[in-house]
T-cell receptor, first 110, second 115 residues
Framework: LAKTTQPISMDSYEGQEVNITCSHN???????ITWYQQFPSQGPRFIIQ???TKVTNEVASLFIPADRKSSTLSLPRVSLSDTAVYYC???????????FGAGTTVTVRA | DAGITQSPRYKITETGRQVTLMCHQT?????MFWYRQDLGHGLRLIYY???????DKGEVPDGYVVSRSKTENFPLTLESATRSQTSVYFC??????????????FGPGTRLLVL
């Protein structure tokens, strides 16, 4: 499993864009990049997944440069309800073991 | 559509007692997982199962036992609970999806306190 490094915490204000960068220098050719979100007292929830370039869904965007050694999760116009821990995971499609690091605690203030 | 449920949601037990945490999913997902989450350690995989009657160890399996007689159920047993097993336990399930990384769906968690 590729090791990932992401900031421990980030603060933001309502309406701002939040960008969380994850480093994964030893990502393998067959690895995907997946982000999960966890609210207090709940289990993690899938947000977005990508392999290369850019992926966008109704919740977030994921930017992956050509070398794939990092990725950036972008949360547009955050609200108080986006306060959560965000985890970056890297792994192959046939490897069901996920490795969760400490994640990034995002705190959105009014 | 219940999805994935865990019971009990909260449990207090004493050192040395046997405790079983239940996990049930309604999607017929082939894969199921048990994690524990502790401050400073994030989520760590305890055991996982690829199908009924197929289980394998994760990162921290010592002190735990699992079984999977039916696809929808994946109970986790602490045979002799210790204080170090005080934690929040999450069950998850996923299905194989060709061509992409599968998504894991997590239950609401069980908070276990071992006195």
């Amino acid at each position: 499993l590729a090791k990932t490094t992401q900031p421990i915490s980030m603060d933001s204000y309502e309406g701002q864009e939040v960008n969380i960068t994850c480093s994964h220098n030893n990502i393998a050719t067959n690895d995907y990049i997946t982000w999960y979100q966890q609210f207090p007292s709940q289990g993690p929830r899938f947000i977005i997944q990508g392999y290369k370039t850019k992926v966008t869904n109704e919740v977030a965007s994921l930017f992956i440069p050509a070398d794939r050694k990092s990725s950036t999760l972008s949360l547009p116009r955050v609200s108080l309800s986006d306060t959560a821990v965000y985890y970056c995971l890297v792994g192959r499609s046939n490897d069901y073991k996920l490795s969760f690091g400490a994640g990034t605690t995002v705190t959105v203030r009014a | 559509d219940a999805g994935i449920t865990q019971s009990p949601r909260y449990k207090i037990t004493e050192t040395g007692r046997q405790v079983t945490l239940m996990c049930h999913q309604t999607w017929s997902h082939s894969y199921m997982f048990w994690y524990r989450q502790d401050l400073g350690h994030g989520l760590r995989l305890i055991y996982y199962s690829a199908a009924a009657d197929i289980t394998d160890k994760g990162e921290v399996p010592d002190g735990y036992v699992v079984s999977r007689s039916k696809t929808e159920n994946f109970p986790l047993t602490l045979e002799s609970a210790t204080r170090s097993q005080t934690s929040v336990y999450f069950c998850a399930s996923s299905m194989w999806d060709r061509g992409r990384k599968e998504t894991q769906y997590f239950g609401p968690g069980t908070r276990l306190l071992v006195l």
